[in-house]
C-alpha cells in the first residue's frame, strides 16, 4: 500500500544524527551539510518505487551536489523482517550504483522517528540555516519511472533553496513504501 508524508514544515530545524556510512565511515549532520542546503533522502534497497527512480535519484543528487547542496540517503526499515535491506545488501548496492553520496543505516530507526519519515522514498530538503524548505517527491514517477521529460520537484525545489533560501509554496508529496518498522516487542 502506497503511503505519503505530510506537507512541508517550512522552517523545522533538522535533527542532527551520527550513523554508520556503507563506506565504513560515521557522519552525522554536520559532516553532510552543504553551503547552500542539505537533502535527507529516506530510501531502501527493496522498495519498487525507489527502484524505479534509483537512477534519477543518483543523476538529481550529483546536480544538486554541484549547486552546494549536500546529499545523503538513509535506510531505517526493518532488515529482518526485509533482508533486502541489511546493511551488507546497503552496502552492494551502494558499489553497485556508485551511488555519489553517503548511504547511511538507521538500525534503531531512531533518526527516521526523529525525522517522522514515513515511506521510501522520503525527501526532507533543508536551506543553508538547516530548516526545512521541501518535503515533496521527486516527481510524478511512481512504481514505474515515468516518462523522462517529467519535471522534476525536488531538484527544481532545491535548485531554489540553494539560490534563495526558500523552498516553493507549492509542493506534491512523495508516494512509496511504508518505512517497516520493527514490532515494538
Known sequence: ???????????????????????????TLDDIKGPNGTLVMFICNHCPYVIAVRDRIIRDAKELQGLGIGVVAISSNDAETYPADSFDNMKKMAEDLALPFPYLYDEDQSVAKTYDAICTPDFFGFNAEIGLQYRGRLDA?????????????????????????????????????????????
Open 1 to 27: 500500500m502506497a503511503v505519503s508524508p505530510p506537507v512541508c514544515d517550512f522552517g523545522w530545524k533538522a535533527p542532527d544524527f551520527s550513523l554508520p556510512g556503507t563506506d565504513g565511515k560515521t557522519y
Open 141 to 185: 514517477s511512481r512504481k514505474e519511472a515515468g516518462p523522462p521529460d517529467l519535471r522534476r520537484d525536488l531538484f527544481e525545489a532545491m535548485k531554489q533553496v540553494a539560490e534563495t533560501g526558500q523552498g516553493p509554496a507549492e509542493q506534491i508529496p512523495s508516494m512509496g513504501c511504508s518505512i517497516k518498522w520493527k514490532d515494538a516487542a
